[in-house]
């Protein structure tokens, strides 16, 4: 597109500037920016917005339907920041190679690249809202730091001109609507935008009647008419007020000027058309060799990263302190004892969590007699065993129910527990804490966790809750309000109390934060829970890579699955941040639960991707944002074992199949596990650890993150055969690392691969057939044959480093161990 200047207009569809050559003048309402080659800038919907340049120049615009857009992100208000002189430089890069990828795919103009075209677009698409869309929250959040219900009315009423401009609107009608007064409305809306109600719709109507004055040959008095303008008088007035000219005076002139535009190019058009084309395809392909080269200098010929041992920090293995075990009543399940002692022998972990502890099942309540007596037998078996084997429990204390999901807003089962008054929970509570004082011993129960659930719901009352009563209830009241949070701290502060009256030094902390409580409702949270007079020893908080798109009276409407391949640490750290802003700075952060889903029902599960996403978060969180424990959701497959899960794998969570096979996410920890106290070097794909004397390990990782079109699919809805069919690429790696600063003599080295054709259940049960009646002996078969693969050497350090190489599959995990045998000293 060459073009030197253009009237200042606005339009629905929001519009994204992509520079080719030359320089480019753009304001948008009172802001004037300056595009060069490769920049970009995004122009929101109805912003007013023009072009001017002195020098002929080449530009795309990329024009998105504002209303589709708004539909595919979930997200009924769009508002975009995406500007490449303002932004960071690697989204940056990325969203440049999209676009470029979508423009050398309409340069080729073959017949059967539509579907490449929207692939294209997808990716572009997914691009923007990833690191450019301001999300519901965050403008909620900006909206409650000014005047939340004002603005929210403003954008309700703006919303409704620009949907409606083209009808006879009236200040009256306007505040009927919203049920105010029309001095009040009129008062408010000059205060608030600093135009009248009348010069703010003239605005709008005259910005897309300027358009259809351009670019269409419709009579001017049906331009006016179509836009809302009542007669052509008035369409002229306003539009000499604006412009200086009438509309039929300014389309003359336009006229004028393409005409004489067309007659002196009339012979090079052609020329000229093709000479753009030529410019769009040289700078491709400039692109393009650029890309390629940077590309092969990073995968191609293998370039050996130097790590210099130098300065040694040590660090805690926060990963591994937390096992979820689950529902309390599973723990009783004689399978589920066989794979926790299992689980701690191998791995070894510091804390159990569990609840449900005193669910209908576990039979702790008698009511028969008309008083109530309790019986923690089972309590008991269930501590017993914990403490037995060096399980500390890790105990939330609320009602919470057990839940087993397909994906989000499918559940399979919910187990509720029934209601009792606060009142009877602090009286079961206590009695409880003594019976394991009395049991365990004081010095031991004041080591153990005490999380107090925050439910979506007042489950605190002497009803009894149905499983339809709670999912209905949790459907509709996903969104928390500041009475929610009044309630939890006083349910909160009396537990507290309680536990801090017999045993001084446990920890109570909560709420277990999830994914309904993002952006603005942690910031009023925490900052609420501050001015309380008791306050938490821990927060404690679910991380899954899940965001909730809200309407507009925050009623959930759509979960959608983060596709920000950094979430994990990008959610840590604002998580951080708002502790901080809040004053407790130095509270003890826990995250309780952490997958990569809340699903029982995704063989992804069971795939290499699980380690190779274990590892990655594990690595680049590390020594990051003060985190104390980063419990891994889940145990065991027992958990979500249910009708439908009658064959050998059915995509639960479990580090552990039900039937006892060890999955590569559990292999993942026994790899985490053989890390060092102290750690040497991390970087993209690797971290090096040393461990007292000359003991080094090294994990390096093959990390490969979703492509688009697994976000269009529902979760679950893929067979076992396609579970790698929907990442960005499948890739190798090629790994170099030089250790430098070792001693020099003999070592010995250890490699362990675990990948899809060493350690992987899921691999191995299709080359099995992936039949669902395995017998005994095959199961057994595959526990010998899922394992890493593992190989010794002996390698001589002559010149204090050591060379380590190796090709990595897509989704592989891979550990070095090498130590010293003997000295050259």
């Known amino acids: 597109m060459n073009r030197k200047s253009n009237l200042e207009h606005a339009h629905r569809d929001i519009e994204l500037i992509y520079m080719i050559k030359g320089q480019l003048q753009v304001k948008i309402t009172n802001n004037i920016y300056h595009l060069n080659k490769s920049d970009f800038i995004l122009v929101n919907s109805n912003e007013f917005h023009s072009f001017q340049s002195e020098k002929d120049n080449l530009f795309v615009v990329f024009h998105f339907n504002y209303l589709e857009l ?65 999300s519901t929250n965050q403008l909620e959040l900006q909206n409650h730091t000014t005047n939340k219900g004002q603005n929210e009315r403003l954008s309700e009423i703006m919303e409704y001109i620009q949907n409606n401009y083209r009808e006879p609107l009236t200040l009256e009608e306007v505040a009927g609507l919203h049920f105010i007064s029309v001095p009040y409305l009129s008062k408010f809306f000059k205060k608030q935008t600093g135009k009248t109600f009348s010069q703010y719709i003239n605005e709008i109507r005259l910005a897309h009647a300027v358009n259809e004055l351009v670019n269409t040959d419709k009579p001017i008095t049906r331009i006016a008419l179509d836009n809302g303008f009542p007669n052509l008088a008035a369409f002229n007035r306003v539009f000499n007020e604006g412009y200086q000219l009438k509309p039929v005076e300014f389309r003359k002139q336009m006229s004028d000027t393409t005409n004489k535009e067309e007659n002196s190019t009339e012979e090079i ?226 537990f507290k109390k309680q536990t801090k009256e017999l045993i001084p030094s446990a920890k109570v902390g909560g709420c277990g934060l999830s994914i309904d409580l993002e952006g603005d409702k942690l910031d009023l949270l925490l900052e609420q829970w501050k001015q309380e007079e008791i306050q938490p020893d821990f927060l404690s908080i679910s991380l899954y890579p899940i965001e909730i798109h809200r309407d507009k009276y925050r009623v959930p409407v759509k979960n959608l699955h983060s596709n920000n391949p950094n979430y994990v640490i990008n959610k840590l750290n604002e998580v951080r941040k708002a502790l901080k802003k809040a004053g407790f700075d130095g509270l003890e952060l826990n995250v309780t639960e952490w997958n990569i889903s809340i699903s029982n029902r995704n063989f992804l599960n069971d795939s290499c991707f699980k380690a190779s996403y274990l590892v990655k978060n594990i690595i680049e969180n590390l020594n990051q944002n003060q985190v104390n424990i980063l419990g891994y959701w889940l145990c065991s497959d027992i958990f979500s074992d249910f009708w439908d899960s009658k064959t050998l794998l059915h995509g639960g969570a479990g580090l552990v199949t039900k039937s006892g096979i060890k999955k590569p996410s559990y292999h993942a920890y026994m790899l985490l596990k053989q890390l060092g106290e102290i750690l040497v070097a991390k970087g993209d794909h690797y971290i090096v650890t040393k461990r007292s004397g000359h003991r080094y390990q090294v994990i390096c990782y093959n990390y490969k993150h979703f492509n688009y079109s697994y976000y269009l699919h529902p979760e679950g809805s893929m067979g076992i055969h396609e579970q790698y069919e929907i990442f960005e690429n499948n890739e190798t790696l090629n790994l170099s690392l030089e250790i430098q600063g070792l001693a020099n003599g003999k070592y010995r080295v250890k490699e362990l691969k675990l990948n899809r054709d060493h350690g992987s259940v899921l691999d191995e049960w299709l080359k099995f057939g992936a039949v669902d009646d395995m017998k005994p002996d095959e199961v057994d078969y595959l526990k010998q044959v899922c394992v890493p693969d593992m190989k010794v050497e002996h390698h001589i350090v002559e010149n204090e480093s050591i060379v380590l190489t190796g090709e990595l599959q897509p989704h592989e995990v891979r550990l070095f161990e090498f130590n010293l045998l003997i000295s050259d000293l």
């Open 269 to 494: 058009s052609d020329d000229d058309r093709d000479e753009a084309f030529t410019e769009l395809q040289q700078y491709l392909n400039s692109s393009v060799e650029q890309r390629v080269q940077t590309y092969s200098q990073s995968t191609g010929a293998i370039e050996t990263e130097t790590i210099k041992i130098g300065k040694l920090d040590a660090f805690t293995k926060y990963w591994n302190k937390l096992l979820n075990i689950g529902y309390a009543k599973d723990i009783l399940n004689s399978d589920m004892q066989e794979q926790i002692t299992l689980l701690q022998g191998e791995i070894g972990f510091t804390y159990a969590r569990f609840w449900g502890l005193f669910g209908d099942d576990m039979l702790v309540e008698d009511r028969s007699g008309g008083k109530i007596t309790y019986n923690f037998s089972n309590t008991n078996k269930l501590l017993d065993f914990l403490v037995k084997n060096k399980l500390k429990p890790f105990i939330e204390i609320g009602p919470k129910p057990k839940i087993i999901q397909k994906a989000i807003g499918d559940t399979i089962v919910v187990q509720t527990i029934s209601r009792r008054t606060l009142e009877e929970w602090t009286n079961l509570f206590r009695a409880f804490l003594l019976q394991c004082i009395q049991r365990y011993g004081i010095d031991e129960v004041e080591t153990w966790y005490f999380e107090m659930w925050k439910p979506h719901t007042d489950v605190f009352n002497t009803s009894v809750q149905s499983e339809k009563d709670f999912l209905d209830q949790v459907k509709n009241n996903q969104h928390v309000g500041l009475s929610d949070f009044k309630e939890y701290f006083k349910i909160f502060s009396e």
């Open 70 to 134: 708004s539909s595919l992100f979930g997200q009924k208000s769009l508002l975009f920041t995406c500007n490449s002189n303002l932004q960071n430089p690697s989204s940056d890069q990325e969203l440049r190679n999209v676009m470029e990828e979508l423009l050398s795919v309409y340069m080729q103009q073959r017949n059967d690249s539509e579907v490449e075209s929207l692939e294209k677009t997808f990716k572009l698409l997914s691009l923007l809202k990833l690191h450019y869309l301001k």
